[in-house]
């Protein structure tokens, strides 16, 4: 099984900056692309910003020049660096593993979630 641990959450006044990681664990032969969403209560959750194993990135037209991005594939760690922060960031985000092969089954192929972090942009 694989687990993904999400830390770096909190509350933050706007304008200011904070940084989340997500670590997976487990069996874990490779990760094509991880990601982090966000869902604040009576919306759907929605991609905030992802990267694959190559190191292409994608944001939400939101975040764009505000968050960034990054992983380590060494140690299966995705990071989101935010700054510039806004009472509209605030959420629960969510970091995502997808296309995760593992080592103990090579022919497939799953998808994972943590278990969510809030962060509170207000002053």
């Known amino acids: 099984q694989v687990q993904l641990v999400e830390s770096g959450g909190g509350l933050v006044q706007p304008g200011g900056s904070l940084r989340l990681s997500c670590a997976a664990s487990g069996s874990i032969f490779s990760i094509y692309a991880m990601g982090w969403y966000r869902q604040v209560p009576g919306e759907q959750r929605e991609l905030v910003a992802g990267i694959t194993i190559g190191g292409s990135t994608n944001y939400a037209d939101s975040v764009k020049g505000r968050f960034t991005i990054s992983r380590d594939n060494a140690k299966n760690t995705v990071y989101l660096q935010m700054a510039s922060l806004k009472p509209e960031d605030t959420a629960v985000y969510y970091c995502?593993?997808?296309?995760?092969?593992?080592?103990?089954?090579?022919?497939?192929?799953?998808?994972?979630w943590g278990q969510g972090t809030q962060v509170t942009v207000s002053s």
């Open positions: 995502n593993a997808d296309g995760v092969v593992l080592t103990t089954t090579p022919w497939r192929q799953f998808d994972y």
